[in-house]
């Protein structure tokens, strides 16, 4: 199949007017101007029209099960507030809330251009199903936690290994997810990081998310310390940040995803660029909280790997005019508007090519190049090529057209 457009947009090479994307079976064969392709091959086209054609969206940091949550939660006075007041909506809901909740975000996701999600899945019963249901590359990160509870980290570890390989991978992966340094043990954290090395699999943790935690780890004191001091041993306290703490606990490294990184300490930067990391962040829920600036030039600037994730819509602002939606072009405006230097260009890179590093998948999701996969996406455009990436990042509501291994997951109209 021959997809026409007016402009595509491959991220990891220039836009091409009156282009082309050469499609065979789940994979891209070439990207190049329509007449050219079209004059080599004699094979169906589907001509989308006025269109950007740029690769699905890579959203590397999410938790669909949280969607209907959306706006219910007001921004707190304190982190932890936050976490009694999500652990509180939580216990109200049975698990058919749960599956329909997910099931919301992944529609939700794939209506507004993300073909390749990383969700932390804390509801290990759905997942069978819910994968199932939605034609988005899924990686499902298993939530690990513990504090409360009180189980034992083989345990946990165990269960959550069983979990991942019960399930029918198909377009997407797995991989664990321990929560935070706060919210696991040290232990768990060490575990965690060792069975994924062996497995191949990549990890995930929130870590340096709000001043609370870092005060906690850096100082032993603070509104997280109080609180959780009555709930989990605090000896791994007062040993410097929490980024010094996942180092600590060999979780570091070039499968590890560090999500947030708000609140850095010296050399915290150069710790994640050593170990290989990778940094998600989420510009909505960043706002929500009013968390101090994302340290984006000083992780640049040693060469991390900067990722964008939608979080969840737990962490937005209830609103009666626009009701938030779970979107990774909303995210892009959301980083656009804090970071005006940022060109809609590098933007985009973010939101595909840093994405599908992070998530191991460099050279096939995230970008339209010869054998990357066909994970194409379509968004209004009559400008321009010069305006192209910032029609992308300025759109809002749906995309014209997702397709996804091939596959039309949002047909085009006819
Ligand atoms: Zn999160």
Known sequence: MLLRARIVLPITAPPVEDG?????????????????????????VTDLGEVVVLPGLVNAHCHLDYTHLAGRLVPPRTFPDWIKAILAAKAEWDLAAFSASWRAGAQSLLETGTTTVANIEAMPPLLAECRAATPLRVYSFLEMTGIRSGRSPDSILEEAIHTARTLTLGHGGVGLSPHAPYSTTPELMRKAAEAARRKGWRTTTHVGESAAEFDMFMYRRGSMFDWLESQRPMEDCGFGSPVQHLERCGILGSNHLAVHANYLWRGDAERLAA???????????????????????????????????????????????????????????????????????????????????ALGLAGQAGELREGSWADVIAIPHSG??????????????????????GGWAIPPKE
């Open 384 to 405: 321009s090529i010069e305006a192209a990436p910032e029609a992308v990042v300025h759109h809002s509501g749906r995309v014209t057209a997702s397709m996804i291994a």
């Open 275 to 357: 170990s290989g990391s990778q940094v998600v962040h989420c510009p909505s829920s960043h706002a929500y909280f009013g968390h101090r600036c994302f340290p984006f030039d000083e992780l640049t600037a040693v060469g991390v790997n900067i990722a964008l994730g939608t979080d969840s819509l737990a962490s937005t602002r209830p609103t009666r005019s626009h009701p938030p939606v779970l979107s990774l072009l909303e995210e892009l405006r959301q980083l656009q508007a804090t970071n005006s230097m940022m060109s809609p260009q590098r933007a985009l890179e973010l939101a595909t090519a840093h994405g599908a590093r």
């Open 20 to 44: 082309a994307v050469l499609i065979s079976g789940d994979r891209v064969l070439a990207v190049g101007r329509f007449a050219d392709l079209h004059a080599q091959v004699a094979v169906p």
